[in-house]
Every structure is written in structure tokens, then in C-alpha cells.
């Protein structure tokens, strides 16, 4: 099981864990301008949202943007002090043991305080990522918002239409966050929400929690993660408690009954998606730190979908292990979203634990429309070697299953378009007791010793 941060190896800055980075050099810096239509997305793309960028100078305004921090798989296991497959176990363990918060009187997020003549997009430089999208959108912003029952505070990610002055328009896809605000407009009341821009992958990961499944305050998850209280301090206008490291805290409300048309969008799985009327949001306040630096989150992107990717791997392996207890890791791609395709891991005990795997696989998510099952022996997070496993162990006619006329996600267009989809699953293990016979793998002793760069200049 891996090991939870127990010792401040991440700190509650985004700015600090930028200066790891660079020490790391793993800080891409770019000095070029860039113009945050078009351009500054275009180069976001072309990294993947994997690579850290830091960019220096962006036509129009005069503060600096990031994007890439929270895109890497080795970076969310370097963090948590834990291997690839490890990262489940340790957010397991969080969900479990939530630790207390603490809130503080001030931080760093309030050294600059407007309440008057808010303007975003004069404010921020805020991209229009692809030709068709209606405006800029702001997408790497976690809005939070407090339970109207409990009093916990629920963070999502929600992607907001910037439609100038103090006005954005939300998406409000969350279930919790779509009932609390209709119940609220059935009574004529507005919304408190904030939205957070300027945070390390730990608290981005923490706000993937699934609030129905598990009914946690997000922030105590977070202090779980990082094994220290999430500092945090009060909104100026709105009852809602934001990270005291933030680099920038947009406050408002969303008042009922009013929309306005949000998209079309370039969205996860790389199409449009059409303009539908959605909430806006009236903002009272902006605070942000000296020099702040805006988040970026480039949609489809490796950033875009890992995040919630872990959380999904999570309930992932906690459903196939209640079918096979023999799991041993679980892996959903970002080049699936992060949600479409599945690989699963076990080690067998009998003939037919792939052929369940799969089912469970299946089952524990609507969104899940292929999964392949391999044994320990494969490297789930190396495609070549699931390929391998597929290419030398499989017969089509006995090990694939497909099931047609399938719930399917909203999001993939094959099933937005018949209304059904079809799900298929490859057991790509080997027969019981064959990989101590004809399906052993080959070996060399000390493979994993060398460094191949040990022998060439």
C-alpha cells in the first residue's frame, strides 16, 4: 500500500511546487508572447497537458499563466510517495481516515482584494481554446460550494463561459451540485459559490471525490492526502471556506432562474459540444495573491482527464476485487478518457476469473465500454505490453465478449447518436497454471538493473 505524505514534502503553494519543478527541471518556461486565443491552448495541445509550462508573457495582460501540472501519473505517485499502482491504495486510505481541516484568520489569497468594476476578462487571461468554442472559457477552475444539510464543503471542476464584466456562465454537471441548486431555486435562492484557480495535484485529485458515493468533505480528504490540515480562510462576500495558498478566488453567486446559452465547447472526447442554457454566476469579489499565476486546464488534455481518472480507478479496483480478491492493479488510459477503456490485472486461481473480471469491470461504471483483463505478469500502464498480452494470448472466437445494447456515457458520441452502446471485453490472460509452462515469459537476471545510458556516451 503507499505511503501518504507525512512529512510537508508538498507544500500548500502552487507557486512553491513550481519551484520543485524548475529544481527539478521539469518546469517548461515560455518567455515567447503568446495570444490566449488560440495560441496559448495550441501550445497547451501540443504538450498534451502533461508537461509543466509556465508561460512568462501573454498578450493583453501582464500576469502569467500555467497549465501541465496536474497531467502526469508519476507525478500524482511522486507526491503521495508511492509507485503507479500504488495511487489507489493511498487514495483508498484517505477516503477512509479524512483528516481535519484547519481554518486560519488570513493567507496569501487575500493580498489583493476587488469588489468593484470586476472585469475577468481585463483581470485574467482567460483562452478561447478552438475555433468553434462561444467564448473564453476558464477550465481548470474548482468551484466550491456548501452543503445546504451537512455544512461540508463539495469542490468539483467545472468548466465556466467567461461572458464579460462580473458575469460567467456554470456548468453544473455534478449531481450533488445540480440538486442542491434547484432545490435552492424551487425556494428563489441564490447559490453561494466560489471558484479556485492556483493549486497543486493534491488538492485537484481530492476534488474528484465522488460526494454520493462517499458523502466526505472534500477538504478533509485533501488534509488526508498531504498528512497535514488543509490551511483555508473565509470568503469576503459569499459563507464558503477557499485554500489560503490559492493564487486567485473568484466569489459570487449563482441566482435562480436565470441562464444563459453555454457553448458549443470543444469537450473530453475531442468533438463540439452544442450550446445548452445553463446558470450564471454574478461575481461579488476576486482575491488573489501578488502576481498571481492563472491556471490553465486544456480540455481532452492528459490534465483534463487524469484527475478524476485516479478517482474512477479507485472504485474501479474496489468493485472488480469484491468479484476476484486476486486483483492486483487496475488502469484506466487517458487516450480512453480516462473512463472509456479498462485494464485490470489479477493473478488466477481458476478458469473463468478473467471472464468476471470483466464483468465487474463493466458493471462499476456506466462509462466503461472496453475492457481487457491481463495477468500479473503484464505491465498495465505500458500499451506495448497489453498489446503483447493480446496479440499472444488471446483467440477471438473464446476469450472476447461483447454486449450489445449497453448503458454508455454521455460524452462518447457513438452512444449520444443511438442512444445505446455496444461493450466489449478481451480476457487476454493466460490458461490457469500456464505461466509456469508454455506461457512464461522470457528473463534476463539484472534486467532491471540497467541503465542503458551507463553504456554509451
Not at 477512509?96 to 483581470?123: F, Q, T
Request: glycine fraction near 8%; charge should be neutral; aromatic fraction near 6%.
Amino acid at each position: 500500500m503507499g505511503r501518504l505524505v507525512r512529512d510537508s514534502v508538498i507544500r500548500q503553494s502552487m507557486r512553491d511546487y513550481l519551484k520543485i519543478l524548475e529544481e527539478k527541471k521539469q518546469l517548461m518556461i515560455c518567455e515567447k508572447e503568446v495570444d490566449p486565443k488560440f495560441e496559448l491552448g495550441a501550445v497547451i495541445k501540443k504538450l498534451n497537458g502533461i508537461k509543466p509550462v509556465l508561460f512568462k508573457k501573454i498578450k493583453g495582460c501582464d500576469i502569467t499563466a500555467v497549465a501541465g501540472i496536474c497531467g502526469e501519473r508519476s507525478r500524482y505517485a511522486e507526491l503521495l510517495n508511492t509507485s503507479n499502482e500504488g495511487i489507489v491504495f493511498s487514495l483508498m486510505e484517505a477516503v477512509a481516515n479524512p483528516m481535519p481541516y484547519e481554518v486560519v484568520s488570513s493567507g496569501p489569497v487575500k493580498e489583493n482584494i476587488i469588489r468593484r468594476n470586476i472585469d475577468i476578462k481585463r483581470l485574467f487571461p482567460v483562452p478561447t481554446f478552438h475555433e468553434k468554442d462561444s467564448n473564453p472559457f476558464i477550465t481548470a477552475g474548482i468551484v466550491v460550494v456548501k452543503d445546504r444539510k451537512t455544512g461540508k464543503s463539495h469542490t468539483s471542476v467545472r468548466r465556466l463561459q467567461v461572458l464579460g464584466g462580473n458575469r460567467m456562465s456554470v456548468l453544473i454537471e455534478s449531481p450533488m451540485l445540480l440538486d442542491q441548486y434547484f432545490d435552492m431555486e424551487k425556494e428563489d435562492e441564490p447559490m453561494e459559490i466560489a471558484v479556485i484557480l492556483g493549486y497543486d495535484p493534491i488538492f485537484m485529485v481530492s476534488s474528484q471525490v465522488n460526494s454520493q458515493i462517499y458523502g466526505l468533505d472534500k477538504y478533509e480528504v485533501d488534509s488526508a492526502l498531504r498528512g497535514e490540515p488543509l490551511k483555508l480562510v473565509k470568503c469576503e462576500t459569499a459563507d464558503l471556506l477557499v485554500p489560503a495558498y490559492a493564487e486567485i478566488v473568484i466569489e459570487g453567486f449563482m441566482p435562480p432562474k436565470i441562464r444563459e446559452k453555454e457553448g458549443p465547447f470543444g469537450e473530453m472526447a475531442g468533438y463540439y459540444g452544442g450550446g445548452t442554457p445553463q446558470p450564471i454566476m454574478e461575481i461579488t469579489a476576486v482575491c488573489h495573491r501578488s502576481n498571481p499565476i492563472f491556471q490553465i486546464n486544456f480540455p481532452s488534455s492528459s490534465e483534463h482527464v487524469l484527475p478524476n481518472g485516479l478517482m474512477r480507478e479507485m472504485h474501479l479496483y474496489q468493485q472488480v476485487k469484491n468479484i476476484i480478491p486476486t486483483v492486483k492493479a487496475v488502469h484506466l488510459p487517458t487516450i480512453g478518457g480516462c473512463r472509456f477503456h479498462a485494464i485490470v490485472s489479477i493473478r488466477k486461481t481458476s478458469e473463468g476469473d478473467g471472464k468476471s473480471a470483466i464483468i465487474a469491470a463493466l458493471a462499476s461504471n456506466k462509462d466503461v465500454k472496453h475492457v481487457v483483463v491481463v495477468d500479473e505478469d503484464v505491465d498495465i500502464f505500458d500499451p506495448a505490453d497489453v498489446e503483447w498480452a493480446i496479440a499472444t494470448r488471446v483467440q477471438a472466437d473464446k476469450d472476447v465478449i461483447i454486449i450489445p445494447g449497453a448503458r454508455g456515457s454521455g460524452l462518447e458520441p457513438t452512444h449520444e447518436l443511438r442512444g445505446v452502446t455496444a461493450k466489449m471485453g478481451i480476457d487476454a490472460t493466460a490458461p490457469f497454471g500456464g505461466l509456469e509452462g508454455k506461457f512464461e515469459r522470457t528473463s534476463i537476471p539484472g534486467w532491471e538493473r540497467i541503465n542503458i545510458s551507463d553504456y554509451f556516451r
